[in-house]
């Protein structure tokens, strides 16, 4: 089966840096994609990692680590509007079915404190 | 990035009824899904729209229920067919670009009384 874990909620300091984390066990690994949501609107794509490391985009980065099942977004000089729920989604391998379908977590919803 | 619109965008309908939610894209892309996302939740996939052939259903969601139509590569419709209060969710049309990632409308809130 598919499992992919967040932390449910955190808590920062404006101006401050906030990392979030996500493991995952899938059946297979084909890329991990972080959202941000907004109370009330759709996702906004923020990040894809497909290969180990860093990548890096503006105040957002985030990091894979494929032999650990691990991924974080590191998010720097916070804002207040940076108050959202971040999403963590994987899409496992080709299934062969049609279906490139991404599996998400429950989503961390952090709070941006003056 | 694509420009992905919704509609409605918003609706509140009558158990029993059905609603169609329409997504435009405003490219052509070959990947196009249908997810669900009920209050308080995370985002569940209720199928991938093919263009030219029969939708690929998730676990779950069944065709009777959900109907979707693919008629070219730039718009697909979802219907939420025989609706009860259940049904009440956000539904979000979602494209995949290559090397580029996924991304979603705004998405269609549902209201089922």
Same mark, same amino acid.
């Given at each position: 089966?598919?499992?992919?874990?967040?932390?449910?909620?955190?808590?920062?300091?404006?101006?401050?840096?906030?990392?979030?984390?996500?493991?995952?066990?899938?059946?297979?690994?084909?890329?991990?994609?972080? /959202?941000?949501?907004?109370?009330?609107?759709?996702?906004?794509?923020?990040?894809?990692?497909? $290969?180990?490391?860093?990548?890096?985009?503006?105040?957002?980065?985030?990091? $894979?680590?494929?032999?650990?099942? /691990?991924?974080?977004?590191?998010?720097?000089?916070?804002?207040?509007?940076?108050?959202?729920?971040?999403?963590?989604?994987?899409?496992?391998?080709?299934?062969?079915?049609?279906?490139?379908? $991404?599996?998400?977590?429950?989503?961390?919803? $952090?709070?941006?404190?003056? | 990035?694509?420009?992905?619109?919704?509609?409605?965008?918003?609706?509140?309908?009558?158990?029993?009824?059905?609603?169609?939610?329409?997504?435009?894209?405003?490219?052509?892309?070959?990947?196009?899904?249908?997810?669900?996302?009920?209050?308080?939740?995370?985002?569940?996939?209720?199928?991938?729209?093919?263009?030219?052939?029969?939708?690929?259903?998730?676990?779950?969601?069944?065709?009777?229920?959900?109907?979707?139509?693919?008629?070219?590569?730039?718009?697909?419709?979802?219907?939420?067919?025989?609706?009860?209060?259940?049904?009440?969710?956000?539904?979000?049309?979602?494209?995949?670009?290559?090397?580029?990632?996924?991304?979603?409308?705004?998405?269609?809130?549902?209201?089922?009384?």
């Amino acid at each position: 089966g598919q499992n992919i874990d967040q932390p449910t909620e955190m808590t920062a300091t404006e101006g401050a840096i906030v990392q979030i984390n996500c493991t995952y066990q899938t059946s297979g690994f084909n890329g991990l994609f972080w /959202y941000q949501q907004h109370a009330g609107e759709a996702p906004t794509f923020l990040s894809y990692n497909v $290969l180990d490391g860093l990548e890096e985009k503006g105040r957002f980065s985030s990091f $894979l680590s494929r032999s650990k099942g /691990y991924s974080y977004l590191l998010l720097k000089e916070l804002q207040m509007k940076d108050s959202a729920s971040y999403l963590c989604a994987v899409r496992p391998s080709y299934s062969g079915a049609g279906s490139y379908q $991404l599996t998400f977590g429950k989503g961390t919803k $952090l709070s941006v404190i003056p | 990035s694509a420009v992905i619109s919704q509609k409605p965008s918003r609706d509140i309908c009558q158990r029993g009824t059905s609603l169609t939610i329409q997504c435009q894209v405003d490219s052509q892309v070959t990947m196009m899904f249908w997810y669900r996302q009920q209050p308080g939740q995370s985002l569940t996939l209720i199928a991938t729209a093919n263009q030219g052939s029969e939708a690929t259903y998730e676990s779950g969601f069944v065709i009777d229920k959900f109907p979707i139509s693919r008629p070219n590569l730039t718009f697909s419709t979802l219907t939420v067919s025989n609706m009860s209060p259940e049904d009440s969710s956000i539904y979000l049309c979602s494209v995949l670009l290559e090397r580029a990632g996924q991304f979603f409308g705004p998405g269609t809130r549902l209201t089922v009384l």
